[in-house]
């Protein structure tokens, strides 16, 4: 019940293209999903993060699309680009707990 | 703003001896701190949960007694690794929730790399 499945685990894009990144989750308490990037060595950094009351959040060139009833969230990062390259994560929160998915790492060729 | 450091960044150290890596919030005040552990390639594993001034509380599988944890104070965390051996060694990443802002968000430190030779 508190695991978030993220798929695909490694994923390579060309420069300009869509990168998308899917996750579920099974417990209907989760009441917060954020998103993590983290570059190799480094504490992963919140990217953006969305409530269940909400379908879907864009910010910049990244947007995530939640599906309640399916339990179901994803990343979109358009016009993606080398700096991009890094390593995803989705995350679930009840309370105070983060769950972390499995981790999705992009590469985004020039 | 929202910073969260650590220190050190990366720690060599023998078989047997205790490591202590500490979690500071620099321009907020913490009132709950969380330690992870990460393997190469692999997710975060939560490791404990600690208010300031209580006693952390610790996930299933986590020797208690193994990893210390101290918070006693809004911007200061600190872990020990005690009688360390080489299967400790891995990335360790603190983050921490800043007691005036968002219920949700935590701030992630760059993380300590530890190695137990």
């Known amino acids: 019940q508190q695991q978030v499945k993220q798929s695909p685990q490694s994923l390579i894009v060309q420069k300009g293209g869509i990168s998308i990144i899917n996750c579920a989750y099974e417990?209907?308490?989760?009441?917060?999903f954020p998103w993590y990037q983290q570059f190799p060595g480094k504490g992963p950094a919140l990217l953006i993060a969305?409530?269940?009351?909400?379908s879907e959040k864009k910010e910049g060139r990244f947007t995530i699309s939640f599906n309640k009833s399916a339990k179901q969230f994803s990343l979109h990062i358009m016009d993606s680009q080398p700096g991009d390259s890094a390593t995803y994560f989705c995350?679930?929160?009840?309370?105070?707990?983060?769950?972390f998915g499995e981790g999705t790492q992009l590469t985004v060729n020039p | 703003g929202a910073v969260v450091s650590q220190h050190p960044s990366r720690v060599i150290c023998k078989s047997g001896t205790s490591v202590k890596i500490e979690c500071r919030s620099l321009d907020f005040q913490a009132t709950t701190m969380f330690w992870y552990r990460q393997f190469p390639k692999k997710s975060l594993m939560l490791m404990a949960t600690?208010?300031?001034?209580?006693?952390?509380?610790?996930e299933q599988g986590v020797e208690k007694d193994k990893f210390l944890i101290n918070h006693a104070s809004l911007t200061l965390s600190t872990l020990t690794v005690t009688s360390a051996h080489p299967e400790d060694s891995s990335f360790y990443i603190c983050s921490a929730r800043d007691g005036q802002g968002s219920a949700y968000e935590q701030y992630f430190g760059p993380g300590t790399r530890l190695t137990v030779t």
């Open positions: 417990n209907t308490a989760f009441d917060y």
């Open positions: 969305i409530r269940p009351d909400v």
């Open positions: 600690s208010n300031e001034g209580s006693k952390a509380t610790y």
């Open positions: 995350a679930a929160s009840y309370g105070s707990r983060l769950t």
